[in-house]
Each structure stands twice: as C-alpha cells, then as structure tokens.
C-alpha cells in the first residue's frame, strides 16, 4: 500500500499545523526588517531568493489570529555549555515532523511517499538553501550515506541501527537533486519518527562544509593540517568535531534551523541569530522567525529557579519543578512574567530500576525473582508521595503509558501498585528472607543485611525527597534502602558494568504512545536502559557485546517487539502494545511511583503564541519544539 503526504495545496490550519503552499508567493514575500541592511549592501539576496521555491507555510496561532511581529530578543536559561543543543530541539526543523496531534506531516521535506512502510521516497524543496546560503539538496544525503555512515574510519559499525532490519542496510537511490528513496527488503517502522525526534537522526550533512575535513575530497596534507591545527587523534576525529549537528557548538556548521549559534565554547553566553535562508513563512508571506535572536545564558542548574524568578528568562521549564510553583507565581507581578502548568508525558515522573545484570550473584538472583520486584513496589506508598511530594495534584502508578494514551488500560496502572505490606512481607517471606538483624532489617540468603542502594544522578532534591518516603514504607517490610548521588556519566557507567543494585530515572519518555510508535522502550534495546543495561547492549551492539536475556518473559518482550516491526495492520500492532504493556505490570521489570506531574512554564507577558496549555515532553513532543518557537514573537511595551 502506498501513502503519499502531499503538501502542494493550502489546507485549513490549526494551530501548530504546518501545509505547504505557494501562497506566499502570490502574496509576496515580506523581508525581514533587521535583514534589510545586508539585502541593500548585496550581503544577502533579497527574501525571495533566499526561501524555497515552495515554503512552508505556517497558519497563526494562540489566541491574538494576526501575524507576528518581528525583532526582540529570546533570553533563556540553561544549566550547562552542552545545553545549547536544546535548541536543535526547540528550533525543531525536521525532514518529517510530528504536529501537536503527534501526526507526522512533511517539514523540510516539500512531500513524501511511503509504500508499505517498506519504501521510502522524499521530495525536497527546489531552492531550500543552508545557513550559509549553499543549496541543500541530494548531495547533501550521498554525502552522509557513502562518506559518513559507510566510511571505515568515521563509522566502524556501519549505519545506525534504525537504518537496518535485520542488519541490513538500505538500498539508497539519488534519482535526482530534489528526489531520494530510501528501500528496505522488510518494513522499516523506525524510520520516519527517527528524524522527527527531539535527537533527530541526521541522514543529510552539509557536504559543501564538511569535504573540507575529508581526505576523499581534499589532499591528505591539506586535512593533516587542519588535524594538527586543531588538535585531534585524526581526520576522523576532527571530521566528527566539526560535524555535530545535534550539539550545535561549531558556529562554522550551517543548519536549516530557525537559529544559528554565533558563538564557540566554551562560553556563558550563547546568541543565537536568525537563519536568513529558514524554509518557513507565515500565511502573509513573512519569512520566520519572528525573533531575531535567542540569547542563551548559562548558570548552574540549582539557581535557574531563582533566576527565572527574577525575570531573567523570557521562557523557561528546563531546571523548574512543581516545588518550585509557589515561588515562581510570588514573581509574577513584578517581573512581568506568568506560570503556567503544562502536563508531563512520562510513564512515571520517577522510577526504580532494578539492575537484573548486576555483577554480585545474590543480589542478581533476588531481582530475578518476580516476587522480590513485587513485594518492593506493594511496599511503596503512593498516596503519602502523591501528598507530601505533589500536593495531591498527580496518579498514582505504575510506569506505564498514560490515560491521554489510546493503549491505557487501568490495569496496567494499578498492578502490584497498591500499598499493601501485608502482601509485601508474605511475599518475602515466601522467598525465605525471614530472618532479621537487629535493626528489623531482613538479611539475605549468605547472612548480609537487605540494604538496597540506589544510585542517583545527584540533580534533584525531588529524587531524595521521594526516595526518603519510600525508605520509610520499605523499612516496614524489613527492606533498608540508601541513597547514593553520583556525577550523570559516573551513575550510569556503574551501572552499564553491573556495580548497582538499583537506580532512580525516569520512567518512560513516551506515556502518550500510540501502536504506531515503537515499543522498543518495553524490550531490550540499548544500554541505556538501566534495568538490564547488558541485554540491552547485546541487542543494540547485535551480539558483539553485552549479554544474551536469560529471562524468558524479557526473551518475550524481545520477540514481540519484533514482530510490531512487521505487523501488517495498526490491530496487530495494538494487540503487541497491550501484550507488552501488560507483561510489565505484572513483572515489574521498573517499579513507578507518580505521573502526571504539572510542569511549570513560565513566559514573558510580552511573548505571544505560547500556549496555555501543553504538553511537556522529550518524545514526542521536543519539549516546546511542536509548539514551534519560530512561531513566537514579542508585543510592544
């Protein structure tokens, strides 16, 4: 079956709802006013040259229904250097998008076709340029496919996994400069979503920039040189530096996002100018953005709060939490912003994550027993962190998907979820952990006391308020549990070697799937996944390292998640989904506390187009990115 995304024709337009249109051009196009000054000198080409043939075309939004206004700029907070790549996130130009109904339409793509999620062909817009005004065409996909992805040297492993099925790559056609096809000999489902994700995977390189560090295209004495100059092992890893185009921090890489970084770390300050060749325009043919710069200022993590309450971020959710809702709203007034409260997406705003590859064998064989995982998550009260920690304002439940998610069903939520000692404490004493130091706690089966360490990243004081709650209802059922904060990179490399117990994360990024997003989140695929990091690694690595599943329902949950890959009709996807969905609760292979927690948002009351209401989410969702921040503008004084 072949399904074509046609995006020639202007249709109505939602908010957040983007068609492509030639419109703007029967309309004429509008130059933008801080731009005029380089148009009139030659410095650039006037806006009718620098925007595709046929643009993206963006409807109005929020509640003012009237164009935007141009100029100002967009302060915001972050917590690290490495943060400016949020604005790959936020800036959320895709080849292929989700809009605010989590659909995927066509974005840098004028269209594309896919016929049985098996063949890929995408259509680019004649005349879309980079950043730096080269054209962005095929060349650009070539380049990475043959140069990149299937060069020795800057990919020992080959292509990334969602470019193969069953370790076989695509067949990849340049029919013309505007016109590639992607063709996999079985259905490829992870394709599309994997570049429209907030870490989109980038098939396209600007090649015109990126020859220059590549011994194909420039003499070896020429690239040794430049290795020299800038200080790296080989031409590899220079070409590796100079190619992020996730991290955003090489001012020399052009971009198709809304905004481009002028500034080389390390720094404090970021800016962020418009791109003068962006693909999108307004309904009254107004080149976007609306905001002619972004300003990115740099503080630790623990004062981005108290900042934000200060007025010094125009938009602002990275680094805030609920707790800090009532200090926040205190500041309203008098620093001319307001707090909104958008919802989370995640399947659990804080999880415990089991470490089922842990290094010591008794601990290993513990959380192998269903019954342990079990009793461990009847033994946390809900209802008193629901209280305590939220204000009553959140579910109680498991790490599951959420009840805006079409897959929801209330027993997923609720399995094993029920505070219950009575039940935790037979269940472990089923087990045999019956005898006790004399602090009450249990002991295991070689004479060691039942204290569970759970390793943390360190970053919130919500991780240790909850986690001090759940200390106290274990402690009842025998179980004594201890917090041990690390460095992000350490915490998760201890546990990607097996030397945790158990970790605290969160649940899933995706509570609001539906079947036709993967499910891979629910079966090993990556190291990243804290509850069985080695599985994992064994699936995403193909055998080349890590462990093979030893469980037979985690053997299961691999198997389905393969056959979801092929399923021919969303029914069988669904069916997969619930069966996945339903193992986890009764398993628990991740044990959840809350979801639903509101996330503050605070927002100048100058800048418009921000909604009222949102969703807050990495995937799908690129935190504000559907809500398309080029979209944002600022009202006068």
Same mark, same amino acid.
């Given at each position: ?29 509008? /130059? ?58 936020? &800036? ?20 594309? /076709? ?35 992805? $299937?060069?020795?040297?800057?990919? #020992? ?64 004495? =020429? ?10 092992? $080989? ?162 439940? $498991? ?35 019956? =005898? ?31 986690? =001090? ?19 992000? /990179? ?42 069985? #990091?080695?599985? &994992? ?60 927690? #509101? ?11 921000? #909604? ?24 006068? /004084?």
């Amino acid at each position: 079956m072949k399904v074509i995304r046609w995006c020639r024709f202007m249709m109505v337009v939602t908010a957040g709802i983007f068609s492509l249109s030639v419109l703007a051009q029967s309309q004429g196009l509008t /130059e933008v006013p801080s731009l005029l000054d380089a148009v009139r000198s030659g410095q650039l080409p006037p806006v009718q040259q620098r925007v595709p043939k046929t643009p993206a075309v963006v409807g109005f939004q929020g509640t003012e229904n009237s164009p935007g206004r141009y100029g100002g700029e967009l302060r915001l907070l972050m917590g690290k250097a490495r943060d400016i790549r949020m604005m790959v996130v936020y &800036g959320y130009a895709r080849l292929v998008a989700y809009d605010q109904q989590f659909e995927l339409f066509a974005d840098l793509l004028e269209r594309y /076709e896919v016929e049985d999620n098996r063949v890929f062909t995408f259509y680019l817009r004649r005349g879309h340029r980079w950043s730096d005004g080269h054209p962005f065409t095929t060349e650009d996909f070539r380049y990475y496919w043959e140069d990149v992805a $299937n060069n020795k040297d800057l990919s #020992p492993f080959g292509p990334t996994q969602a470019l193969l099925i069953d370790g076989k790559p695509p067949e990849v056609e340049i029919i013309n400069e505007t016109t590639i096809r992607y063709r996999w000999h079985k259905p490829n489902p992870f394709f599309l979503p994997g570049i429209a994700g907030p870490r989109p995977m980038f098939i396209y390189l600007p090649a015109h920039y990126l020859k220059q560090f590549h011994p194909r295209y420039t003499k070896a004495t =020429e690239v040794e040189k430049k290795v020299a100059q800038a200080g790296t092992r $080989n031409w590899a890893g220079l070409h590796h530096r100079m190619a992020r185009m996730y991290k955003s921090d090489n001012p020399d890489l052009p971009t198709l996002h809304p905004w481009v970084n002028t500034t080389r770390p390390p720094s404090e300050r970021f800016i962020f100018k418009r791109n003068p060749y962006y693909h999108r325009v307004d309904s009254n043919g107004k080149q976007l953005p609306y905001i002619d710069r972004v300003i990115v200022n740099i503080a630790s993590s623990s004062l981005v709060p108290a900042k934000t309450g200060a007025g010094e971020s125009d938009l602002q959710a990275r680094y805030l939490r609920l707790d800090n809702y009532t200090f926040l709203k205190a500041g309203e007034q008098r620093n001319n912003y307001s707090v909104r409260l958008w919802r989370t997406a995640k399947g659990s705003q804080m999880a415990l994550y089991p470490n089922l590859n842990a290094n010591d064998l008794v601990w290993r064989e513990l959380l192998h027993d269903i019954r342990f995982r079990r009793a461990l998550s009847l033994a946390i009260h809900r209802h008193e962190i629901n209280q305590v920690i939220y204000f009553g304002l959140v579910l109680e439940s $498991n790490n599951t998907v959420l009840p805006q998610s079409p897959l929801f069903r209330p027993e997923f939520q609720q399995s094993w979820a029920d505070f219950d000692l009575q039940q935790a404490n037979a269940l472990l004493d089923d087990i045999g952990l019956t =005898e006790y130091d004399d602090r009450g706690v249990r002991l295991l089966p070689d004479g060691r006391p039942l204290e569970i360490i759970v390793q943390t990243a360190g970053e919130s004081t919500e991780e240790t308020d909850v986690l =001090e709650l759940i200390h106290d209802s274990w402690l009842q059922a025998g179980v004594k549990l201890y917090t041990r904060p690390s460095q992000r /990179e350490v915490f998760r490399n201890r546990t990607f070697a097996g030397d945790t117990i158990m970790a605290v994360w969160a649940g899933l990024s995706n509570g609001i799937a539906t079947a036709d997003m993967s499910p891979e989140e629910l079966a090993p695929t990556s190291q990243q996944q804290l509850q069985w #990091p080695k599985w &994992g690694q064994y699936v995403e690595t193909r055998g080349r390292s890590g462990q093979s599943p030893i469980i037979d329902s985690v053997e299961q949950l691999s198997k389905l998640n393969e056959q979801w890959r092929f399923a021919a009709t969303r029914e069988e996807r669904e069916r997969i989904w619930h069966t996945m969905l339903k193992t986890h609760a009764d398993q628990q292979f991740t044990i959840g506390t809350v979801c639903g927690v #509101p996330q503050p948002v605070v927002v100048n009351n100058r800048l418009r187009n921000i #909604p009222e209401e949102g969703i807050y989410n990495w995937e799908p969702g690129s935190y504000f990115g559907i809500y398309r921040p080029d979209t944002f503008w600022f009202a006068q /004084e």
